[in-house]
């Protein structure tokens, strides 16, 4: 149960917002003198507000963050340096943890709490600031999604989930379908029953739906298949544009080289440091497994796979990647509403929306590299190295190539590696694939798309480890971040007239200013559509990644 | 709260256990199938019981105890990795925790189970073995040592012990006794108060005794005294003796030259792997702070300072020290019951001689410098480099010299240093000493006892980070544990007849199942007094600790 992960688009709570907002039953006692604890002196979850219940909820949600951040500490050293002998008794605490929230959320005063705060809140509107009215929709919604599902199955998905890692970890190595199909199976099956009994509190009809609104607060499956069937349209057009205008250029000069990797990490960490990461709450490690996203605001520290010694570039993107996910991370509301609801990111289509802008859109301009190419020169000494030239590196990263790969795909045939899971996910889900078929459906999705077949499972189904960890109804963030990344950037370059040229200087004080001012600093003060159409004008379209599509490979 | 310190000794409890083992008020429900979340199979803690009871407080403290070894993975990243920025985000975070174990410890349904079970036990004693019975004495022990303790000061505790370790830390750099005695007045007024709570439940009259007991179950002031007077009275004896025996030898050969730190710390792991440290649950650490003890029997994690690259023998020293602490903990009852208040450590006295065994009694053996010295010539490069020999390592970690720092004393005067601290403590808890006074009565205290005056409060008071973490009675672990560990080599020796020739050849598999056999795997099954009796015929005497200096200093 990640807090970031658990909040559905409030319109569809309207109906339970007004069911439960009947008259307490019982009144809260006023509470005792605040004591934050020992955070930060001033609090908006400590400040006065006339609704007792409302003060007793902040007090409640403060406790609820709070574990949260333990989970992510436990977690991350549970992936990253605890010893193997750890391994069972870390998973029985980490899931005895998740129970615990659980059972603290969904204890019966908080749902009299709630009733009572609304009730206020309806009498007297006045004492409701914008602030505080969106902290209270969200523990609603966050209670909603929470309330009739089983402990046990909390318990069961945390558990899970990080048996997963090591059970696809450990598939690296055989590959073996058969052993997959039941862990996988498990997965699916868990991840059903969760849903379902959130469609029943929600009176939602698909198990998928509610799993993509719980890491997609709003976001509809309509919606989805409405935006990626343009963009498949779109890419359909220019992607064979794109392929001959490329075979009909001289290739970009391989980089292969030896770069050690305390270069890496130094070049790694200072360009995180240009795009504004502060490494006073956060840093950036290396580790065996796969990469760890989160964190909190007060302790952001990203780990990326090691490091490939033969190529830089790769894992400079997964720090670009990771470093877009960290200062959205850093930026949320930290000094008011440590922990609170509001202040929680807007979900895993924003999240990847700002990974995906530093990583491929800001992090491929021609600019960027004119930045990095002389101080690249001097890292790995290589003075006047053409394979090091800007114009060389922006070739070399903006290559298309169709492959099996969803991690090494290029920014144009990403979408299809995408669509692709979200189709087959969205159907293992609602049950019209059996996980019998998922191999066979999967090979053919990639002929059909890209024209490419995997040779094996690991190439195929078995690549990710998102279904592992039970993550089914997040890959739709990736493409629909990729859209949202290229509408903030088209409405970024005309507020930030000079953005180039900060860009080609490593200034990106401006860009992330606009971040903060128009996304970061609100939290969950507005729905990921009201946030989208203030910064942008528009709600979320398809054209704009085709026309960034079309103008970086086609002009 | 750490679970590991806060029992006492049964006997001063049969008044209370008796006031609480009235008739049940409400008869708990027949516990659910139990499930132990994702530990391994088989647990005496799922093992049914006839005392349904009995079953709740098992699952009670197994969650009790997660949440125990969760606050010790937050606190040792606290304290290694966390990045600064987190500092109060995370203090509040370990002291909610410490909240929530204090209040689920605390609430009233603890009492009524206690009552209820040890109502059935007193039925129905066939239903008890040994293992049942010891474990429902540590819950009640524990139980009562909480229960009237208000959860703020709780919560207060641990944030002053994490502020402690920076408090000590900044002091470093200005030696400012002023600050300092604010911070220790805090400090000593929060552990009284606590002690007080405790005074009035146990009926106990001395609140240092009452800190004491925390730290050493059964231990009191008395029996302290007594031990430290007899011990002080041998060493005013043989002291001289051996100042004058060292005087007429000719010095050892310095060993100070550069010895890279990871070869330091290569040597220090298998050091530990020798001894029979598991690294598969656990590891060897380096940090810029000050060692970090504890961890749990599954993720044995030890921390030492950073090597100093002049001296291998103080990494190698300090890794012996916590090698001993390690050895234990990977130790103490983990198949069956991980958890459970019977399976911890018996407290500081037992850890110290654990510790202290290794480190000065086996470590300083002129047949362990015959096992280390020919590796040593290999890992730092100095084939028969007389300063490596085993005649001269022995002779220089054996060397005498009276100085004003605890951490560099030798084996003799070391004492001297824990009973100043033993003293001190003592008053300044009971009132006969005010803060104010300290700083001189250290001064007269070093002096009067050996003869060396500290040059500044970093050298003198201020050099511990003890007092600062809130240990008001840890002190006088050491030198018990030191009393301790003479005790048991004197059986060992008799009970391993070839002991010695083991240890040249690196061989501690006999050593380590005897310590095994007699003190790990029994965890709190007995307590210090019976375990000491059972496994050395004696109860703690001084005696065999001035029989070990003799030999090892006079023969």
């Not at 008259?23 to 006339?50: C, M, N, R, V, W």
């Amino acid at each position: 149960m990640k807090i970031a992960g658990i909040l559905n688009a409030m319109s569809l709570f309207t109906d339970i917002i007004q069911r439960i907002n009947t008259e307490p039953k019982k009144a809260p006692q006023p509470l005792p003198e605040t004591k934050s604890g020992f955070d930060e002196p001033i609090y908006k979850q400590d400040q006065q507000h006339p609704s007792i219940a409302y003060m007793y909820l902040k007090r409640k949600f403060r406790d609820l963050g709070r574990m949260n951040a333990i989970i992510e500490t436990l977690g991350r050293d549970f992936l990253t340096a605890m010893p193997n002998g750890a391994y069972q008794s870390r998973l029985g605490q980490i899931s005895f943890m998740h129970r615990l929230m659980h059972e603290d959320l969904t204890e019966e005063e908080t749902q009299r709490w709630l009733d009572r705060a609304r009730d206020h809140q309806y009498k007297s509107p006045d004492d409701w600031d914008e602030w505080d009215t969106a902290n209270l929709n969200e523990m609603t919604n966050m209670y909603l999604m929470f309330t009739n599902v089983d402990p046990d199955l909390i318990e069961d998905k945390a558990r899970l989930s990080y048996e997963g890692r090591n059970h696809h970890r450990a598939l690296k190595e055989t590959g073996d379908w058969e052993q997959a199909k039941g862990f996988l199976s498990a997965q699916i099956d868990l991840n059903r029953k969760i849903a379902d009994a959130r469609c029943k509190t929600l009176g939602v009809d698909s198990h998928y739906q509610m799993l993509m609104q719980e890491f997609m607060p709003g976001m509809t499956i309509y919606d989805t298949e409405l935006l990626f069937n343009s963009h498949e349209d779109a890419l359909n057009k220019i992607y064979p544009l794109i392929q001959a205008k490329q075979a009909s250029e001289s290739p970009p000069i391989e980089i292969d080289a030896k770069y050690d990797s305390e270069s890496q990490m130094w070049l790694n960490r200072s360009l995180l440091e240009v795009i504004g990461f502060d490494f006073e709450r956060g840093g950036l490690y290396e580790t065996g497994h796969n990469p760890v996203e989160g964190g909190t605001v007060d302790d952001t520290r990203l780990v990326i796979s090691n490091v490939d010694e033969t190529n830089f570039l790769n894992s400079m993107k997964s720090a670009l990647h990771e470093g877009g996910h960290g200062i959205y991370i850093q930026g949320l509301p930290r000094q008011s509403w440590r922990y609170q609801p509001v202040a929680m990111d807007l979900g895993a289509a924003v999240h990847e929306s700002q990974a995906l802008l530093i990583e491929m859109i800001l992090g491929r301009t021609p600019e960027f590299f004119e930045f990095l190419s002389p101080r690249l020169e001097g890292l790995f000494h290589g003075m006047n190295n053409q394979a090091l030239s800007p114009e060389n590196l922006y070739k070399r990263k903006t290559r298309i190539k169709p492959g099996v790969d969803r991690k090494k795909a290029d920014e144009v045939t990403y979408f299809f590696h995408v669509n692709l899971r979200f189709k087959l996910e969205r159907d293992l889900i609602d049950g019209s694939l059996s996980i019998n078929d998922l191999p066979e459906a999967w090979v053919e999705g990639m002929h059909a798309s890209l024209g490419v077949l995997p040779e094996n499972h690991l190439d195929g189904c078995l690549q990710d480890v998102h279904w592992f960890v039970g993550k089914f109804g997040y890959f739709p963030a990736y493409a629909l971040g990729h859209m949202m990344a290229a509408q903030f950037h088209n409405t970024m370059k005309k507020e930030i007239p000079d953005m180039s040229e900060q860009i080609s200087e490593g200034d990106f004080s401006q860009i992330q200013g606009w971040l903060n001012e128009n996304i970061y600093r609100h939290g969950r003060l507005m729905s990921t559509k009201e946030m989208l159409k203030k910064a942008t004008g528009k709600e979320l379209r398809a054209e704009y990644l085709e026309k960034h599509l079309r103008k970086r490979y086609l002009d």
